[in-house]
T-cell receptor, first 113, second 112 residues
Framework: DGGITQSPKYLFRKEGQNVTLSCEQNLNHDAMYWYRQDPGQGLRLIYYSQIVNDFQKGDIAEGYSVSREKKESFPLTVTSAQKNPTAFYLC????????????FGDGTRLSIL | QKEVEQNSGPLSVPEGAIASLNCTYSDRGSQSFFWYRQYSGKSPELIMFIYSNGDKEDGRFTAQLNKASQYVSLLIRDSQPSDSATYLCAVNVNGTASKLTFGTGTRLQVTL
């Protein structure tokens, strides 16, 4: 089935540790996105990429890093510089044609140990 | 002023009634508008999108867009308990292809 796969579903981070969240899509979408959602809040954009080997910062990029080496994959690293990483992380993708809707993976819930 | 605003709710409607969810936005250049449904603990799923002024219907759902007044709404007819969820409004601002700004969502409760 075509879709967006995020792993793991739950992740725990120790103080000072970097963790990487996986996002893979087989929809042949050019654009991929990472959002963060805090309880009772909307989605905030962390990073996005519209083409392989290129990505842009979103509204809250500090403490995060990404790579886009393959069209299908857009991993997000939450670094130790991100002081409040506990949140629900959502990956999305869409076709790079104007107005195409974004579709989401199932999300990764990150907590601090 | 927030770019995309929604009443957080909860909005409570009885089963079978029409639920009306509203969203206002600040950027007059916004061109596309999306409604997502999010069940508790789950990821958002696309319900509808609308680009032109007026109404767009899909089954029990109708999206309404009024660019002059800068609001977009979602009507859910014959509301069912399974419609109980948070509804997120998302707007394409600044003309940047695909870059969306989300509202904080309206929680809908459909009562028996």
């Amino acid at each position: 089935d075509g879709g967006i796969t995020q792993s793991p579903k739950y992740l725990f981070r120790k103080e000072g540790q970097n963790v990487t969240l996986s996002c893979e899509q087989n929809l042949n979408h050019d654009a991929m996105y990472w959002y963060r959602q805090d309880p009772g809040q909307g989605l905030r954009l962390i990073y996005y990429s519209q083409i392989v080997n290129d990505f842009q910062k979103g509204d809250i990029a500090e403490g995060y890093s990404v790579s886009r080496e393959k069209k299908e994959s857009f991993p997000l690293t939450v670094t130790s510089a991100q002081k409040n990483p506990t949140a629900f992380y959502l990956c999305a993708s869409n076709a790079v044609r104007f107005n195409q809707p974004q579709h989401f993976g199932d999300g990764t819930r990150l907590s601090i140990l | 002023q927030k770019e995309v605003e929604q009443n957080s709710g909860p909005l409570s409607v009885p089963e079978g009634a029409i639920a009306s969810l509203n969203c206002t936005y600040s950027d007059r250049g916004s061109q596309s508008f999306f409604w997502y449904r999010q069940y508790s603990g789950k990821s958002p799923e696309l319900i509808m999108f609308i680009y032109s002024n007026g109404d767009k219907e899909d089954g029990r759902f109708t999206a309404q867009l009024n660019k002059a007044s800068q609001y977009v709404s979602l009507l859910i007819r014959d509301s069912q308990p399974s419609d109980s969820a948070t509804y997120l409004c998302a707007v394409n601002v600044n003309g940047t292809a695909s870059k969306l700004t989300f509202g904080t969502g309206t929680r809908l409760q459909v009562t028996l």
